[in-house]
């Protein structure tokens, strides 16, 4: 018998469309990628000769289970030079990817019928570690007239004697969204601890992104080296946490993961002091891909009343083609051979849109545009909705 803790856990259906996708590739299908949240640069030079060497030196074995106190130096520095506040080395936990960081994060911090209070739509993810270790994911809905921003007052009805934190994600995935930091400072104002998932810091394209820990020491930051570096295959992400509870989540780094890949360790700090740079170059190019994006899906019809601004995502809302965002995006992959995500993936609060991503060309992300132009006129004069949900 499959274990109930995960009877109620979802697919990643984002990965779902991908692997479909590969799928048709294997079988001869030409498929535009605009589903995954990945870049499609490689790494920068800095790191990948960084990491060679290395190995060449023999930098192959177990390091501190925090990881190397190198890289935790070289991210407390990062944070201090670019936000201005100072945060202990001790207080960074190094780990395989941002995943292990919150699931070592969670497991730490909550207990069981433990509240957390995340935005609805939201990255898809969060319920599901929340859930694996018996808390309550508390949904805030986030409206697009709004751009999906996080709103205090709203947050402020929702907390309870069981909440145990409030998650915030900016940029955010799916919906591009960048909190501007006098929104952060009142959510850091509330009373739990916050959670602020800052993996796409360094991807803003107007103004600039603020950490929490400008605000608030009573908070948890989720980061790493994945989105705006292009390492996402070399899983290299960290967790900064209050004082009190780096022994415990030392105690399950230890056990669960022994500790982070040692050369890639290496990689991080070569990242964090000589790849300003190429992450520079890197958002430049992807801006020019959102404002085109951007520009093609209102063309071919998609709402966008407010254009993100961070990430590399445009959440669009759909509902004009069809209220059943996961059959929809099934259907456009079938026929129009382009790979979206549904909204539904986000949470009940992203049903009716598609998030499309930008990493990829700009003459890839054209042709997808072509080809979802002529599926969204042939399904328009067609006459009916597609995939209409019944309740």
Excluded: W
């Amino acid at each position: 018998m499959i274990s109930e803790r995960l009877s109620g856990m979802t697919s990643f259906i984002v990965m779902d469309i991908l692997e479909k996708a590969q799928e048709m590739e294997r079988a001869g299908a030409d498929i535009i990628h605009l589903e995954v949240g990945e870049p499609d640069f490689n790494v920068p030079e800095c790191v990948s000769e960084a990491i060679c060497r290395a190995v060449r030196d023999g930098h192959t074995h177990y390091t501190h289970s925090l990881g190397m106190p190198e890289l935790r130096e070289a991210i407390s520095e990062h944070y201090e030079k670019k936000y201005d506040v100072v945060i202990h080395p001790d207080q960074v936990v190094v780990t395989s990817g941002t995943s292990p960081a919150m699931l070592s994060m969670f497991s730490t911090l909550l207990q069981k019928g433990d509240e957390v209070i995340i935005s609805n739509p939201h990255y898809a993810c969060y319920p599901n570690f929340i859930r694996f270790l018996e808390g309550i994911a508390v949904m805030a809905t986030v409206y697009e007239e709004e751009g999906f921003r996080y709103c205090p007052e709203r947050i402020r009805t929702l907390v309870s004697p069981k909440t145990k934190a409030i998650l915030i994600n900016s940029p955010s995935n799916p919906t591009g969204m960048v909190l501007p930091p006098e929104l952060i400072k009142s959510i850091s104002s509330i009373g739990p601890y916050c959670i602020s998932d800052e993996i796409y810091h360094g991807l803003t394209y107007k103004g600039d992104e603020h950490t929490i820990l400008e605000f608030t020491d009573h908070a948890f930051v989720l980061n790493g080296f994945s989105k705006s570096y292009a390492m996402t295959g070399l899983r290299l992400g960290y967790l900064i946490a209050p004082k009190s509870f780096i022994r415990p989540i030392q105690k399950l780094q230890q056990n669960f993961f022994l500790a982070p890949n040692s050369a890639v360790q290496i990689g991080g700090i070569a990242a964090l002091r000589e790849a300003d740079e190429d992450v520079v170059k890197m958002r430049g190019i992807y801006d020019e891909r959102r404002r085109f994006m951007i520009k093609r899906l209102r063309e071919i019809g998609f709402g966008i009343p407010v254009e993100p601004t961070g990430a590399f995502y445009v959440f669009a809302n759909a509902k004009h083609l069809s209220d059943d965002s996961y059959a929809l995006a099934y259907d456009i992959l079938e026929k129009a051979r382009v790979g979206v995500t549904p909204g539904i993936d986000f949470g009940s609060g992203g049903e009716g849109y598609l998030r499309f991503s930008y990493a990829n060309s700009i003459e890839n992300i054209a042709e997808g545009m072509t080809r979802l132009e002529r599926y969204a006129s042939e399904t328009i004069n067609s006459g009916k909705k597609l995939f209409q949900n019944i309740s």
